[in-house]
């Protein structure tokens, strides 16, 4: 399992991620409800998610084109970014 890649712009936000489950981050800001960025193996590629729940469906979610771990979640985050920062 690769580190969770905080991004600089989330980190700004004073955001902070727990684990909430396997490929599963809780996600908190100061000014955001929180939400849950998953990713899922699918064959050989990874796909991202953004949900409300950290077993939830998915609000946003990608297509498995990733061939890494951290390119999931650099767009789990993105995903994340398009839903809750305005």
């Known amino acids: 399992m690769v580190d969770l890649p905080i991004p600089s712009w989330f980190k700004y936000l004073q955001g902070t991620g727990e684990p909430a489950g396997a490929n599963c981050y809780r996600l908190k800001t100061p000014l955001e409800a929180e ?5 899922q193996k699918e064959s050989d590629l990874w ?10 469906p998915a ?3 990608t297509d498995p084109i990733f061939k890494t771990e951290n390119e ?3 767009a789990a985050f993105e995903l ?3 839903e809750k920062v305005y």
């Open 35 to 39: 939400s849950f960025i998953r990713i």
């Open 47 to 56: 796909s991202a998610l953004v949900a409300g729940s950290a077993d939830g």
């Open 59 to 61: 609000i946003r979610k």
């Open 72 to 74: 999931a979640w650099q």
């Open 80 to 82: 994340y970014r398009a």
